[in-house]
């Protein structure tokens, strides 16, 4: 089993990213999915999730709420995070998770981790 973080990069104050997480050996449609980010020197975070049960059922951290949206793409087997209006406190390594029985932005009830995918906001 492997997920896979992808879609980062450097953009300006303002900018927009579109983070995917995709998966090998495992169908992510069951899974609760949840990015986390760690930024520099701090704790490894968790920002948005999605339920497995309902797609519409999303939840954000304060940080990010009204900037970022997580969706699913099923047929393509992705989960995605979109992300407007980034700051340059949204700098951090990204990842993506997947939870069988969890929905929440707790990292140690998670099952399965990608790789990150850095993001760089900086003018």
């Known amino acids: 089993v492997q997920l896979q973080a992808s879609g980062g990069g450097s953009v300006l104050p303002g900018g927009s990213l579109r983070l995917s997480c995709t998966a090998s050996?495992?169908?992510?449609?069951?899974?609760?999915i949840g990015w986390f980010r760690q930024g520099p020197g701090k704790e490894r975070r968790g920002i948005a999730c999605?339920?497995?049960?309902?797609?519409?059922?999303?939840s954000y951290a304060t940080s990010v709420k009204g900037r970022f949206i997580i969706s699913r793409e099923n047929a393509k087997n992705t989960v995605n995070l979109q992300m407007d209006s980034l700051e340059p406190a949204d700098t951090a390594v990204y990842y993506c998770?997947?939870?069988?029985?969890?929905?929440?932005?707790?990292?140690?009830?998670?099952?399965?981790w990608g790789q990150g995918t850095l993001v760089t906001v900086s003018s």
């Open positions: 999605i339920s497995s049960v309902d797609p519409t059922e999303t």
């Open positions: 998770a997947a939870s069988r029985q969890y929905f929440g932005v707790a990292a140690r009830f998670y099952d399965y």
């Open positions: 050996g495992l169908i992510l449609g069951p899974y609760a």
